[in-house]
């Protein structure tokens, strides 16, 4: 018994947890998130450990593993929000079943709940709907690739085209047709509607509908203004904005 306990309390020793989350987790809507394991003893395997995220009622096992070990993990988020996992376990009943030997990570990890998108009938984004899109062979930044052209002065760094510059050893950049789809401003504000985790959703659903049709999208929120886009940093930049509106 002395033995098994020595080995027990060992395997539990010198383990760590790392967690990575998707740039894009809604409330309501399921996600994944990569839980990866370390040993951190040079010379003795881990055994049949399970981690426990009692935040979000998690359990997994992992048999066995020598240096660390991944796992995709699914969580279901019920709010919007920073979100916290603070009540990390490790526990084994390693070597024997008679004993469960467990320790707390003390670690923290935060992520940002987007609220869930949810259809909502704006009279605006019917209107929208509506008219569709048109594109025209007129050159511009967000849509189909024209023609490679040489470099002006000025043009963002991400439209240079490195394979054409490498064979002509002049600088090229894609020349793409422009969209005529006029931006969309939402004041958050003048949404009519009452209840404001609906208010919230539909403005996220919104914001992804319409930038999927690439539509480039603004928000008026509180004090704060953000001038239509349509890069993903964009995006995420509005989403996070709803997320912590209060």
Not at 28 to 57: H, S, T
Not at 166 to 195: R, W
């Amino acid at each position: 018994m002395l033995l098994a306990g020595v080995f027990g309390k060992r395997n539990v020793e010198a383990l760590d947890v790392e967690i990575s989350f998707p740039e894009e987790i809604y409330a309501n809507k399921e996600a994944f998130i990569n839980v990866k394991i370390i040993n951190k003893k040079k010379f003795f395997p881990a055994f049949l450990i399970r981690i426990l995220i009692k935040d979000f009622d998690i359990s997994y096992l992992f048999p066995y593993f020598e240096r660390e070990a991944n796992s995709i993990l699914k969580i279901k988020p019920n709010k919007r929000g920073i979100q916290t996992f603070k009540e990390i376990y490790i526990a084994s009943v390693f070597p024997f079943n008679f004993f469960i030997r467990w320790k707390k990570i003390n670690k923290i990890f935060s992520f940002t709940v987007f609220p869930e998108p949810k259809i909502c009938e704006f009279l605006f984004y019917q209107d929208r709907k509506n008219k569709g899109e048109m594109e025209t062979n007129k050159s511009g930044w967000e849509g189909d690739l024209l023609s490679i052209k040489d470099y002006i002065e000025g043009t963002p760094v991400k439209y240079i085209h490195w394979k054409a510059t490498a064979k002509t050893d002049k600088l090229k950049v894609k020349e793409f047709s422009e969209f005529k789809n006029q931006p969309m401003i939402i004041d958050f504000e003048k949404i009519n509607l009452p209840e404001k985790e609906l208010k919230l959703s539909c403005i996220t659903y919104l914001i992804l509908e319409m930038m999927k049709k690439g539509v480039p999208i603004g928000l008026k929120i509180k004090d704060k203004f953000y001038k239509p886009s349509l890069s993903y940093n964009h995006k995420i930049a509005l989403l996070t904005e709803l997320a912590l509106y209060e």
